[in-house]
């Protein structure tokens, strides 16, 4: 059942409640945490990024300035650094004491636009996070309302020894402004809970997914992860995939790409309104050129079109997808989900996945 969200909506502190208050004022002050020592696969990213070894925090970038000026002083507490061969056992380990998050309440939105759902669906999955997860953190526009949500929460230290795993260089990016501490699935094979937007979301809660070309890397690490849960607002459900008419994009290697999107158009031959199109983007130097858009693992994207939705058995066709050789991986995400958190305009809800596909 939809939570309604209006009037009662968000604020940004809320008041901490009678009851709690003498805690909360024995409490110690918010301790921000060292994130973890860098794996080396990361190194590269270490240079960009803050010092891991400092005790202070990441530098807040310029928007962030007033959210931080607004935060109580950190006190610094750095945890004792895992040693190499038991960061996998550290992994699987059950996360050390929870602090639980304030309730993911915002501001009032008296009619709230596409973005305001998008943020509310992010928030309200962030109360699922808790402290020493393992995060795989998505790409888009509404998961970039979750990292703001995770980096506030580091920030204030309700959350503490969280990693955030990141599915694009986009997020690594705005990960790291936002202050989240960053590993991947060579220290962290298995990852407790992701979070991410969808470009489409069917009543099984199958999902089209890589509109803005990330698909790979979001595929790897949410189907290394426990619990995947998808955030979206009302306009991204359908009740079949491919059914808003938009892309269902598949990642291709550049060689010879036409081949295998010749491949690909066969696989659908005859259907009505069928079309398949290299991707392609504007660069922003050099004259805005319009060239083949490349993913963050240097390949292209073919999109397939498809009238009124993919019709058929979802798993039969992404095997024959995935036989194409050149193709490297779809943006059917079959099963993946483990629930989604869908806000519309009289609420929000969440919904688990069924058990039949
Ligand atoms: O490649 C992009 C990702 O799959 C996004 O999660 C998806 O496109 C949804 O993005 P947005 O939240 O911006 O609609």
Not at 213 to 233: C, N, P, T, W, Y
Request: proline share 14%.
């Amino acid at each position: 059942m939809a939570i309604p969200f209006p009037p009662l909506l968000y604020s940004e502190k809320p008041p901490i409640p009678a009851p709690l208050a003498p805690l909360a004022a024995a409490a110690p002050p918010p301790a921000v945490v060292a994130p973890p020592p860098i794996p080396a696969p990361l190194a590269p990213l270490a240079a960009a990024a803050p010092p891991p070894a400092v005790v202070a925090p990441p530098p807040i970038p310029a928007p962030l300035a007033p959210l931080a000026a607004a935060a109580p002083p950190p006190a610094v507490v750095a945890p004792p650094p895992i040693p190499a061969p038991l960061a996998p056992l550290a992994a699987a380990a059950p996360p050390p004491a929870v602090v639980a998050p304030p309730p993911a309440v915002v501001e009032t939105v008296a009619a709230p636009s596409q973005d305001d759902l998008k943020r509310i669906a992010a928030h309200r999955a962030v109360e699922l996070v808790q402290s020493g997860m393992v995060l795989g953190l998505g790409t888009g526009s509404t998961a970039a309302h979750a990292l703001n949500r995770i980096g506030e929460l580091i920030r204030r230290g309700t959350l503490r020894d969280v990693v955030g795993i990141p599915t694009s260089k986009k997020t690594e990016a705005h990960a790291t402004a936002v202050g989240i501490p960053l590993s991947d699935l060579h220290a962290h094979p298995v990852v407790d809970l992701s979070i991410d937007g969808a470009d489409e979301v069917d009543p099984l809660l199958n999902l089209v997914k890589g509109r803005g070309g990330s698909l790979l890397r979001e595929k790897m690490i949410e189907g290394a992860s426990r619990r995947f849960v998808v955030i979206v607002d009302e306009t991204k459900m359908v009740p079949r995939l491919g059914g808003s008419g938009l892309a269902v994009p598949v990642e291709v290697i550049p060689f010879c790409w036409s081949h295998t999107l010749g491949r690909l158009r066969s696989l659908f031959d005859g259907k009505p309104g069928f079309d398949a199109r290299l991707r392609r983007a504007t660069t922003a130097g050099d004259g805005g050129k319009d060239e083949p858009f490349v993913t963050d693992n240097g390949n292209y994207i073919v999109d397939l079109y498809f009238e009124n939705g993919i019709h058929g058995d979802l798993d039969l066709i992404s095997d024959k997808i995935l036989r194409i050789t050149g193709v490297v991986e779809h943006g059917m995400f079959l099963g993946m989900a483990s629930s989604v958190v869908i806000a519309g305009k009289d609420g929000v809800r969440m919904e688990d996945k069924r058990e039949v596909r």
